[in-house]
Nanobody, 122 residues
Framework: QVQLVESGGGLVQAGGSLRLSCAASSRTFSRYTMAWFRQAPGKEREFVAT????????FYADSVKGRFTISRDNAKNTLYLQMNSLKPEDTAIYYC???????????????WGQGTQVTVSS
């Protein structure tokens, strides 16, 4: 089992950057596929990015490709999401998720953090 805690959200102007972190409690963090999802008010949760257990495979939603970068430090049990060139439409609660395997569907992930709010002003 793994517990996830996100941090790094906040208020930023359009065009700015933020770096989200997700700290995992499990000693077996390195065995998990990790992902970021987001949920805007009144919308369903949507996929942002995912990274395989060894960092060898990454996949991004088209809406963030080229602007966001997912990474992980298995020695620190931490997942990151570097977000550049932020847009108002990126405003959402961002969640990290974990599973032994997973893709771009939220139903594939069994462990979730509580989320961190990202607000991008125009």
């Amino acid at each position: 089992q793994v517990q996830l805690v996100e941090s790094g959200g906040g208020l930023v102007q359009a065009g700015g950057s933020l770096r989200l972190s997700c700290a995992a409690s499990s000693r077996t963090f390195s065995r998990y596929t990790m992902a970021w999802f987001r949920q805007a008010p009144g919308k369903e949760r949507e996929f942002v990015a995912t990274m395989a257990w060894n960092g060898g495979v990454t996949f991004y939603a088209d809406s963030v490709k080229g602007r966001f970068t997912i990474s992980r430090d298995n020695a620190k049990n931490t997942l990151y999401l570097q977000m550049n060139s932020l847009k108002p439409e990126d405003t959402a609660i961002y969640y990290c998720a974990a599973n032994h395997w997973g893709g771009s569907s939220s139903s594939e992930y069994g462990y979730w953090g509580q989320g961190t709010q990202v607000t991008v002003s125009s």
